[in-house]
T-cell receptor, first 110, second 116 residues
């Protein structure tokens, strides 16, 4: 069946360091979404990527969608303590089914 | 109003109890979802309602019974649950189901359920 894996599972960084999480799907996706869940909170939508090779930026966050539409990445430049949380990708297949990735939990050490 | 409201925030119930979780949104969204989330795991889809009709049931045990009384409300009726059903239950909505660009999920804060 469809699987969406994320690596790493956990990441601890010093404040100011960069962070990247990678999302890999076993099948081609229609589009991919990214969500952030703060500790004790609920997932909050960050961005959606639709086109092959698409790159989008939100301030210090850069999102990429692979050329084959099977992988994606989220890169945070100069992390801050407010970036703490778990980042989930959610792949949407051609049948419009959502598949949440396994998540990457980010800890930022002040 | 850009929120999804869930009640109660916390619920403790015994295995023989009957309780309900409630979810409300006033964004005009026509798709509503129930997800179950265990600690340190991604949300798992349980049910999808599209235009008040059940579109997806991810083989959820019958002790969970969803209901969509109207386009703004979604309930999850709970009966004879097991301790392993303890989890965070998240409600979400999207403009519609299955259309790129209109399928972004807005989640509620969740109902944390403990089954004793």
């Amino acid at each position: 069946g469809q699987q969406v894996m994320q690596i790493p599972q956990y990441q601890h960084v010093q404040e100011g360091e960069d962070f990247t999480t990678y999302c890999n799907s076993s099948t081609t996706l229609s589009n991919i979404q990214w969500y952030k869940q703060r500790p004790g909170g609920h997932p909050v939508f960050l961005i959606q990527l639709v086109k092959s090779g698409e790159v989008k930026k939100q301030k210090r966050l850069t999102f990429q969608f692979g050329e084959a539409k099977k992988n994606s990445s989220l890169h945070i430049t100069a992390t801050q303590t407010t970036d703490v949380g778990t980042y989930f990708c959610a792949g949407v297949d051609t049948g419009n089914q959502f598949y949440f990735g396994t998540g990457t939990s980010l800890t930022v050490i002040p | 109003d850009t929120e999804v409201t869930q009640t109660p925030k916390h619920l403790v119930m015994g295995m023989t109890n009957k309780k309900s979780l409630k979810c409300e949104q006033h964004m005009g969204h026509r798709a509503m979802y129930w997800y179950k989330q265990k600690a340190k795991k991604p949300p798992e889809l349980m049910f999808v309602y599209s235009y008040e009709k059940l579109s997806i049931n991810e083989s959820v045990p019958s002790r969970f019974s969803p209901e969509c009384p109207n386009s703004s409300l979604l309930n999850l009726h709970l009966h004879a649950l097991q301790p392993e059903d303890s989890a965070l239950y998240l409600c979400a909505s999207s403009q519609v189901f299955g259309t790129v660009g209109a399928n972004v999920l807005t989640f509620g804060a969740g109902s944390r359920l403990t089954v004793l």
